[in-house]
C-alpha cells in the first residue's frame, strides 16, 4: 500500500537497517510476549496489558532506551512504544527483557493508523514525541508528524488532564510544534514558550554530545484542557 492510498503521507521511510543477532533474536522470542499487532479495531488498554493504570504513548522510540529508562522509573505507568523499524524494536524488546519490564508493550506499525483505529478517545495519560525526524528540506515538510490534523487525533486520545510533550533538536521544527500544538483548541501550554527539560525524561548520549557542542534542545509540553 502506498502513502496516498494509506490515506495520509507518512512520516517515514523504511530502510534495510542492518538487523543484529541480538536484536533479532530477541524480536522473535518477545514479540508474541510483549508486541500488539496492528489490527483496525478499539484496543483494550486493561487487556494489553494486564491491568488498570495510566498510559502513556511514545511515538518513534528510535532504539528504546529512554522508553525503558522511563518505564523503570515508573512501575506504576503504562507504556505503549510504536516504532516502525526492526532494529530499534529488536533493541528495545532486549532491554525489556533484561530489565524484566512489565509495563511497556510495543507496536510495530504506522503511528498515524495505530493512534487512528486503535486507540479510543480519552484513555492517554501522555503522550512521548522525542526527536522525530526533523525532514529539514522543506518540500519534504509534509511528512512531518506534527502537523494540525495529526495533533487534533492525538489531543482527542488524551484524558482531560493529559499531557503532550515534544522534542527536537532542531530548533526551525521547534518553532513548528510550539505553532501547532499553540493552535489546537483542546490544548493548553504549560509554560511560556518552551518548556524545561522535565526530570522524567533523561538525557541521550545522542543529546549529551549535542550539548556539550553547544546544540540547543527544545522541549514543548502541552495539557489536555479540562471539560465542562
Known sequence: M???AAGHIRSFVLRQGRV????????????????????????D???????VA???LEIGFGMGETTATIAAAHPETNYLGIEVHTPGVGSLLKLIAESELANVRVVQHDAVEVV???LAPGVLAGIHLFFPDP??????HKRRLIKPDFVALLASRLAPGGYFHCATDWEEYAGQMLE????????ANTAEGFAPRPDYRPLTKFEQRGLRLGHGVWDVVFRKKETG
Do not use: C
Open 135 to 140: 525532514w529539514p528540506k522543506k518540500r519534504h
Open 20 to 43: 543484529s543477532n541480538a536484536q533479532q533474536r530477541y524480536h522473535e522470542t518477545m514479540m508474541p510476549k510483549v508486541g500488539i499487532a496492528y489490527r483496525p479495531a478499539p484496543l
Open 116 to 118: 487512528r483505529d486503535m
Open 45 to 51: 488498554l486493561a487487556t494489553a496489558f494486564g491491568r
Open 180 to 187: 501547532v500544538l499553540g493552535g489546537e483548541p483542546t490544548l
Open 54 to 56: 495510566p498510559t502513556v
Open 2 to 4: 502506498n502513502e496516498r
